[in-house]
């Protein structure tokens, strides 16, 4: 298997990745890749898509489609096969990496974090760690009853999903219905469960960036601090302010359940923080949104991590920068002709830099571009950061 290939001191470039998914994080693992000199595929459902943008060549399939999975790696004979995203038909990852193809992380892990259930079962039933408590429904009268059983307030969102979409915090019972239609109406792929979750009275939501290495020790970035509306990250800051004791308990979490996991690559692993507890909540095998931060917050950015962690490269530290933070910068209306202004009074102030993903199009509430600020303290940097993201406007 390739893997092996990774496990001396003579690795070789430039390699040919395929990213099955091409969305913003995509674009900047491509940059990172491209800069040392390697070949990348870049495939999405849709065309001209950002990662596409900057690629060697593109492909547009349905993910979801055995057939179209088998014929684009046939077609390319890649050396990783590198998801993006959740919505991809993983038991075809299974088979190509029983082929010897490498899988990143792995094709098991993909399989697992696909759905929010898999994930959280191995976390809390297989690995013994404290999360939410939680319950599952696949129709409306079962999530009545699953919501009674977990109590009010709680948050329910498809298993199934990426960048929080679908999820809804319900106070009561009243409003389960409604956060049933908008769990399904965004849930990705063809799952129709959804999963309820006890509400943490959190005094911070974290990711911790986790580095499994093929042939070196799992590493870590600082804590980033986020928060989310709709579901969905608006900002983020490293370092959070938490504990170096939960610190310590965050990382071990971390590395339990990535090394049930397998395989290498960057792992975004969330976590609530409550007065007197680390509870884990969800992992991505892939970079984070809540990441984008590390642009400017680090040495080596989430995505030269997670390309370092791939081709089996060394990272001999990762030294973070001071007080960072990221701010989305959102649509407002539904467009296919985008034009961005108020870039030049954006990028007016000092130690602020504007990522601007391409998307083709728009909608209320996607996510079109970031904001990133450094500061001589944490708010100073989210400040900084909002501020430049709210005087970019779409048109």
Known sequence: MEIKKLMNNSIKLPQKLMLLGSGELGKEFVIAAKRLGNYVIAVDRYGNAPAMQVADCSEVISMLSADDLEAVVSKYQPDFIIPEIEAIRTEKLLEFEQRGMTVIPTAAATNYTMNRDRIRELAHQELGIRTAKYGYAITLEELIAVSDEVGFPNVVKPVMSSSGKGQSVVKEKSEVEKAWNYAIANSRGDSQKVIVEEFINFEIEITLLTIKQWNAPTIFCSPIGHRQERGDYQESWQPAEISEKMIVEAQEIAKKVTDALGGAGIFGVEFFITKDEVIFSELSPRPHDTG???L??????????????????????????????????LATEKSDSIVYT??????????????????????????????????????EAREKAARAASKIKLK
């Open 342 to 379: 108020g870039v030049a009074e954006a990028l007016s102030e000092k130690d602020v830099d504007i990522r601007l993903f391409g998307k083709p199009n728009a909608h209320p509430y996607r996510r079109m571009g970031v904001a990133l600020a450094q500061g001589s303290d944490i708010q």
């Open 296 to 329: 400017i917050s680090q040495n080596l950015n989430e995505f030269e991590l997670h390309l370092r962690a791939i081709l089996g490269l060394p990272i001999p530290n990762i030294e973070q920068l001071g007080f960072s933070a990221s701010a989305v910068i």
């Open 292 to 294: 984008m931060v590390t």
